[in-house]
T-cell receptor
Framework: AQKVTQAQTEISVVEKEDVTLDCVYE???????LFWYKQPPSGELVFLIR??????QNEISGRYSWNFQKSTSSFNFTITASQVVDSAVYFC????????????FGTGTRLQVFP | DVKVTQSSRYLVKRTGEKVFLECVQD?????MFWYRQDPGLGLRLIYF???????EKGDIPEGYSVSREKKERFSLILESASTNQTSMYLC????????????FGQGTRLTVV
């Protein structure tokens, strides 16, 4: 069965610290997509990244970077030099096959960045 | 700017009431979804729809039904609201392609008293 595990329920850091959010997934499919979403206090989930199972290249976007390792079934998210505006709940999600419709979400990690 | 709009941010209803949560998207997406978000449980799929008048059960459909009469609108119905349906409800839409992204509404926080 498909499953996404975010073991960290809550993380607190001080501004400018680096922080890594962990995501471990389970799937039997060879084709799948992994996602990260950010949910700020306003409530709307904001798409951050999509990665397909055939592309293990790490990705960097500004202060954000993602490390995809199929060998450990992990898709970790690092924020470098965190800022107060990064405070949010972050969700990792999985969809299988070529149809990226149905997302299976982890339980989320609440990140609090203090000034 | 792409938009998924949920009709209410906050809703308080009484036990036993019939409750309608409305969602509209302006992106001409075929797929629409209703998720429920609870602390410690993440988001769980209630129902989804691939096209007008088509619907499929998600992981937790009990106590809910849906309606999709028009492509842009997807309604979640609580036939007889109960206190264990107090939750945050999120509507989403997407295109049925590998490149498709899922867009979410701002959520409706429903309290059943």
């Amino acid at each position: 069965a498909q499953k996404v595990t975010q073991a960290q329920t809550e993380i607190s850091v001080v501004e400018k610290e680096d922080v890594t959010l962990d995501c471990v997934y389970e799937t039997r499919d060879t084709t799948y997509y992994l996602f990260w979403y950010k949910q700020p206090p306003s409530g709307e989930l904001v798409f951050l990244i999509r990665r397909n199972s055939f592309d293990e290249q790490n990705e960097i976007s500004g202060r954000y970077s993602w490390n995809f390792q199929k060998s450990t079934s992990s898709f970790n998210f690092t924020i470098t030099a965190s800022q107060v505006v990064d405070s949010a709940v972050y969700f990792c999600a999985l969809s299988e096959g070529y149809n990226t419709d149905k997302l299976i979400f982890g339980t989320g990690t609440r990140l609090q960045v203090f000034p | 700017d792409v938009k998924v709009t949920q009709s209410s941010r906050y809703l308080v209803k009484r036990t036993g009431e019939k409750v309608f949560l409305e969602c509209v998207q302006d992106m001409d997406h075929e797929n629409m979804f209703w998720y429920r978000q609870d602390p410690g449980l993440g988001l769980r799929l209630i129902y989804f729809s691939y096209d007008v008048k088509m619907k499929e059960k998600g992981d937790i459909p009990e106590g809910y039904s849906v309606s999709r009469e028009k492509k842009e609108r997807f309604s979640l119905i609580l036939e007889s609201a109960s206190t264990n349906q107090t939750s945050m409800y999120l509507c989403a839409s997407s295109l049925p392609t590998p490149e498709g992204r899922t867009f979410f509404g701002q959520g409706t926080r429903l309290t059943v008293v």
